[in-house]
């Protein structure tokens, strides 16, 4: 992998981890095109990109990450429970699943789910506009929702967004209990990865690795506070819309 390639893959997570669109699908296509090949140790790579995708959390919500911040933790780790417990015991028919047929699937159900999650969007059901006023019941809810991201193509942000809004929170608070919830999750998921491929770093230009986890930092940064904004004037449509025509390209390439 050269840095041509490095900065395009980084840009990709950075920009599609945190939204609703399946950061995978894009990998894919993206990786297809440029010729990065799915071996090992472009997969510790993707570890670097993905740390620093996880840093851009704590940078954009560092003063959540504090003592005072306890309960809504406790909230955002019965959140993070279900995904560890089903991706533990099911890792290895999860790895079945994989198929660019179905992340395409995947793709254009999560499309139209948010298209008919609009559809039927109430502001006085969806009463809930700060993380802090999650309970624990929607916890649960946004985290039972969130084992469908172990499906290809499914994405995690989708599926945590969809059960947020699902239980009640508007729009721009299922937004940020997505990103926070990110935090474990994918600390965990970027750990295990790590632990597979950590000898594959030894054959990884570090330059390399530095600009991937540089530009990956600020992409993933600056989309979260974008999404946000976007949020406040427009609807997830664009999403499903998106995620819907994105998913039937998939099917055309592959």
């Known amino acids: 992998m050269d840095i041509f390639q490095s900065i395009i893959l980084s840009i990709i997570e950075g920009f599609t981890e945190f939204l609703p669109i399946s950061s995978t699908g894009h990998m894919i296509v993206v990786s297809k095109f440029i010729g990065v090949a799915q071996s090992d140790t472009?997969?510790?790579?993707?570890?670097i990109i993905q740390l620093a995708a996880i840093l851009a959390v704590v940078a954009n919500y560092k003063e959540k990450f504090t003592l005072k911040h306890m309960e809504l933790w406790k909230k955002v780790f019965i959140a993070f429970l279900p995904i560890a417990i089903v991706g533990f015991l099911f890792s290895h028919q999860i790895k079945a699943l994989f198929s660019v047929k179905i992340v395409a699937i995947m793709f254009i159900v999560g499309g139209v789910v948010f298209l008919v999650q609009e559809y039927f969007y109430n502001k006085t059901f969806h009463d809930t506009k700060d993380v802090e006023n999650v309970t624990y019941k929607q916890a649960s809810i946004i985290g039972i929702a969130q084992v469908f991201a172990l499906i290809p193509g499914t994405s995690r942000a989708g599926s945590t967004i969809v059960g947020a809004l699902l239980s009640g929170l508007d729009r721009k608070a299922a937004a940020e209990f997505s990103f926070l919830l990110a935090f474990p999750v994918m600390l965990a998921a970027s750990g295990y990865d790590f632990l597979k491929h950590y000898h594959e770093f030894s054959n990884q230009n570090f330059v390399?690795?530095?600009?991937?986890f540089v530009v990956a930092f600020i992409v993933a940064f600056l989309t979260m506070k974008l999404f946000i904004k976007f949020l406040e004037k427009f609807t997830f449509n664009f999403f499903g819309i998106y995620r819907i025509l994105f998913g039937i390209l998939l099917l055309y390439i592959f």
């Open 208 to 212: 390399v690795l530095a600009v991937g």
């Open 42 to 47: 472009n997969k510790a790579f993707e570890v």
